[in-house]
């Protein structure tokens, strides 16, 4: 069975860091793009920041640019993701997912921000 588990949520304050982490179980993903959308209550989901297969390359959304990295231990089958300098907008449910997909594809926003494998989410607060 395919797992993917969150973890590294919580509440800081504005200006603050936080690292996200994302372990995936039930099989092998060096293969898959792994990466975190995000979404809060009555908005549209957002592709936050992915990783191709690899670790060749990386995706953010202009939002985070410049502010969250995202990394990828194939050994550990998990994918990371920092984030500093936060800001009260970055407040949201983030997803791990991972996909077979290109990179390209996965952020793809005409395609409904879909994945083969979703985490639970893990809810991060910014405060003001």
């Known amino acids: 069975q395919v797992q993917l588990v969150e973890s590294g949520g919580g509440l800081v304050q504005a200006g603050g860091s936080l690292k996200l982490s994302c372990t995936a179980s039930?099989?092998?993903?060096?293969?898959?793009?792994m990466g975190w959308f995000r979404q809060e209550p009555g908005k549209e989901r957002e592709a936050v920041a992915g990783?191709?297969?690899?670790?060749?390359?990386?995706y953010y959304s202009d939002s985070v640019k410049g502010r969250f990295t995202i990394s990828r231990d194939h050994a550990k089958n998990t994918v990371y993701l920092q984030m500093d300098s936060l800001k009260p907008e970055d407040t949201a449910v983030y997803y791990c997912t991972t996909d077979l997909r290109t990179l390209s594809s996965w952020y793809d926003s005409r395609l409904g921000f879909s994945a083969d494998y979703w985490g639970k989410g893990t809810l991060v607060t910014v405060s003001s």
């Open positions: 039930g099989r092998t993903f060096s293969s898959y793009v």
């Open positions: 990783i191709s297969w690899n670790g060749g390359s990386t």
